[in-house]
C-alpha cells in the first residue's frame, strides 16, 4: 500500500516578533525619514503658513438693571440670554457697523469668519475673540465689538446690562500655526510613514531568505543548502 503523503502547507500567520525585527534591523530608515519628516514640517510652518493673531476681551450680560438683588433665577435668565446675545454680536446688522469703523477693510462676511462670541461655561460672562492675520486687527476689532455691543444689544433687547470685564489686548505674538506642535507631528508620521512601507515591503516579499525560514513557515528539514558560489573562497 502507497505511503499517504500530504503537500506541507506553508504557514501564512503574521509573526509579530519577526515585524518587530524587521523595524529594528532598518531603525536607521525609521529615523532618518522622522528626521526628514520633521525638518518638513517645520519649514513649511516658517515660510508657507501664515501666522495668524488672535485677541480676546469679554462682556458681562445681566437680564436686571440693578444690583440691588441677585438671586439664582436671576442668573439663570442672564445665562440664557448670553446666548441670545451672543447671536445678536454675530449678526450682519452689527458686523456692518465694525466693518465701517475699519473703513470697510473687511466686509461683514469676513468679520463673520474672523470673530467668535460665545457664553463661558454656560455663565452670564461672553467671550469675544477676533482673529486675523494682522495683529491690529485682530486687536481693533475685538475693542469696537466689546466698546459697540452695549448700544447694539440694548437697542434690541430693550432691557438688561452689558458691561465690559475684559479689555481686549493687542496680541504680541502668533496664537497659530504651533512650530512645535507641527514639528512634531511631522517627525511622528515621518516615522509612521517609513515603518508602514517598510513592513508592506516586507509581506509583500515572497522570497525564501534562509534555510531557518523554510523550516519556520513550512514545518519541514532541511536536506541541504546550495551554497552562494560567488561568495564562497576559491582559495
Known amino acids: 500500500m502507497a505511503a499517504n503523503t500530504k503537500t506541507p502547507v506553508p504557514d501564512d500567520t503574521i509573526d509579530l516578533l519577526e515585524l518587530g525585527r524587521v523595524l529594528l534591523r532598518r531603525w536607521w530608515v525609521i529615523a532618518t525619514c522622522a528626521i526628514i519628516g520633521a525638518v518638513a514640517a517645520l519649514l513649511v510652518t516658517m515660510f508657507l503658513i501664515t501666522p495668524k493673531y488672535t485677541s480676546n476681551g469679554a462682556l458681562y450680560v445681566s437680564s436686571s438693571t440693578t444690583t440691588v438683588e441677585i438671586t439664582q433665577g436671576t442668573l439663570t435668565a442672564s445665562a440664557q440670554l448670553a446666548e441670545t ?80 470685564v475684559d479689555e481686549a489686548l493687542l496680541p504680541t505674538a502668533p496664537s497659530s500655526p504651533s512650530t512645535k506642535k507641527n514639528t512634531l507631528l511631522g517627525f511622528v508620521g515621518g516615522a509612521v510613514a517609513a515603518a508602514a512601507v517598510l513592513l508592506a515591503l516586507h509581506m509583500l516579499d515572497t522570497r525564501v531568505h534562509s534555510a531557518d525560514e523554510v523550516r519556520a513557515k513550512f514545518k519541514q528539514p532541511v536536506l541541504g543548502e546550495i551554497p552562494d558560489w560567488e561568495k564562497v573562497d576559491t582559495k
Open 85 to 164: 446675545y451672543a447671536e445678536i454680536l454675530q449678526r450682519r446688522s452689527f458686523l456692518e457697523t465694525i466693518s465701517a469703523s475699519m473703513d470697510n477693510k473687511y466686509s461683514p462676511a469676513q468679520l463673520g469668519a474672523m470673530i467668535t462670541v460665545q457664553p463661558v461655561n454656560e455663565t452670564e460672562i461672553l467671550e469675544v475673540t477676533a482673529t486675523s492675520e494682522n495683529a491690529f486687527d485682530s486687536y481693533w476689532i475685538t475693542d469696537q465689538i466689546l466698546k459697540n455691543a452695549q448700544k447694539e444689544l440694548l437697542d434690541i433687547i430693550k432691557s438688561g446690562s452689558v458691561e465690559i
